[in-house]
């Protein structure tokens, strides 16, 4: 009320359609200003220095699901119709043809049971027929197993979600002051920096910052807001398949390496097993040992 200085406030329904609205456009004001900043020259629009960050997802921690455990169950529960289905040969003398749908197994017992005039009951003291039982054996099934599909496609790579945040992975969180790493439901925020101003932002439930570099340059390409050159990122970004990419793109790759610290050691360079330390030869592709030996990379068949 103070900042609206005397004018009408909005009522409920206006703020609740503003924070309805908001997450299609936030980005796009987002980018607006990206483009202003380039349009005054405060940034040029060369060169990105990337980093990332994870934050916990407003889920319930409880509520996880494991990749690992919804393929042992779903094992499992695949096993089990054979067995029913021979015990509806056996006691109802009812074959179904191989890769019959549960759907048509189920209404095919629901109509029996209806031709038949067969009661189905339900609670305790009530005597339940054969065929009942193995219809509600097949209901059983189907529904866990539409179940487990319904998980793994929510998975996408993942090995966790969370039942009330289907978007959330479990990841590592940076370690409190008490040194405790803790594993939560999570995202990985990517952010890009040129000349002190955030210019491009990602999401993702990606663990490992490695799996967001290529992912978040193709959204910034996307923009056509700004033609990149230089990329700078921390060894948490190396790999072969970004250095590939970053090539095949005609970027310029700062990226530091996970050995850096390790390779300016004075003990590292008389370890002369080391590939890093060995005499490269373009030309013919192979290695110079210490020992003056050609080594070369054999494919085994």
Same mark, same amino acid.
Request: aromatic fraction near 10%; charged fraction near 30%; include cysteine.
């Given at each position: 009320? $103070?900042?609206?200085?005397?004018?009408?406030?909005?009522?409920?329904?206006? +703020?609740?359609?503003?924070? =309805?609205?908001?997450?299609?456009? +936030?980005?796009?004001?987002? $980018?607006?200003?990206?483009?202003?900043?380039?349009? =005054?020259?405060?940034?040029?629009?060369?060169?990105?220095?990337?980093?990332?960050?994870? !934050?916990?997802?407003?889920? /319930?921690?409880?509520?996880?699901?494991?990749?690992?455990?919804?393929? =042992?169950?779903?094992?499992?529960?695949?096993?089990?119709?054979?067995?029913?289905?021979?015990?509806?040969?056996?006691?109802?003398?009812?074959?179904?043809?191989?890769?019959?749908?549960?759907?048509?197994?189920? %209404?095919?017992?629901?109509?029996?049971?209806? &031709? #038949?005039?067969?009661?189905?009951?339900?609670?305790?003291?009530?005597?339940?027929?054969?065929?009942?039982?193995?219809?509600?054996?097949?209901?059983? $099934?189907?529904?866990? #197993?539409?179940?487990? @599909?319904?998980? /793994?496609?929510?998975?996408?790579?993942?090995?966790?979600?969370?039942?009330? &945040?289907?978007? %959330?992975?479990?990841?590592?969180?940076?370690?409190?002051?008490?040194?405790?790493?803790?594993?939560?439901?999570? $995202?990985?925020?990517?952010?890009?920096?040129?000349?002190?101003?955030? +210019?491009?932002?990602? !999401?993702?439930?990606?663990?490992?910052?490695?799996?967001? #570099?290529?992912?978040?340059? @193709?959204?910034?390409?996307?923009?056509?807001?700004?033609?990149?050159?230089?990329?700078?990122? &921390?060894?948490?970004? @190396?790999?072969?398949?970004?250095?590939?990419?970053? *090539?095949?793109?005609?970027?310029?790759?700062? !990226?530091?390496?996970?050995?850096? @610290?390790?390779?300016?050691?004075?003990?590292?360079?008389? *370890?002369?097993?080391?590939?890093?330390?060995?005499?490269?030869?373009?030309?013919?592709?192979?290695?110079?040992?210490?020992?003056?030996?050609?080594?070369?990379?054999?494919?085994?068949?």
């Amino acid at each position: 009320m $103070y900042l609206l200085e005397n004018y009408t406030a909005p009522d409920h329904s206006t +703020i609740a359609r503003f924070r =309805k609205n908001m997450p299609e456009t +936030i980005e796009a004001v987002f $980018y607006k200003i990206v483009e202003k900043l380039l349009e =005054k020259g405060e940034i040029s629009g060369k060169n990105i220095f990337i980093d990332g960050t994870k !934050i916990e997802a407003n889920a /319930n921690r409880y509520t996880f699901v494991w990749k690992n455990a919804v393929t =042992k169950n779903e094992v499992k529960l695949r096993a089990k119709l054979p067995e029913i289905l021979a015990e509806l040969k056996e006691n109802e003398k009812i074959v179904f043809p191989e890769n019959t749908e549960l759907d048509v197994m189920t %209404a095919t017992l629901e109509k029996l049971m209806k &031709d #038949l005039n067969i009661e189905f009951v339900r609670g305790g003291g009530k005597h339940k027929t054969p065929i009942q039982r193995s219809l509600e054996k097949l209901m059983e $099934y189907r529904e866990k #197993l539409s179940k487990y @599909e319904y998980y /793994n496609s929510l998975f996408d790579g993942r090995n966790s979600f969370s039942k009330t &945040d289907t978007d %959330a992975a479990f990841m590592r969180m940076k370690e409190d002051h008490m040194k405790n790493g803790q594993l939560k439901l999570g $995202y990985n925020i990517q952010a890009g920096i040129e000349g002190e101003y955030i +210019i491009g932002l990602d !999401i993702s439930s990606e663990r490992s910052d490695v799996n967001t #570099l290529i992912q978040f340059l @193709e959204k910034l390409k996307e923009l056509e807001l700004f033609v990149l050159e230089n990329i700078v990122a &921390d060894a948490g970004y @190396e790999s072969e398949e970004n250095y590939l990419y970053l *090539k095949s793109n005609e970027l310029n790759s700062y !990226i530091k390496s996970s050995s850096y @610290e390790m390779l300016k050691k004075k003990g590292y360079k008389l *370890k002369y097993g080391r590939v890093e330390n060995m005499e490269y030869n373009a030309e013919g592709d192979f290695f110079v040992c210490h020992n003056g030996k050609k080594l070369a990379a054999k494919i085994w068949v």
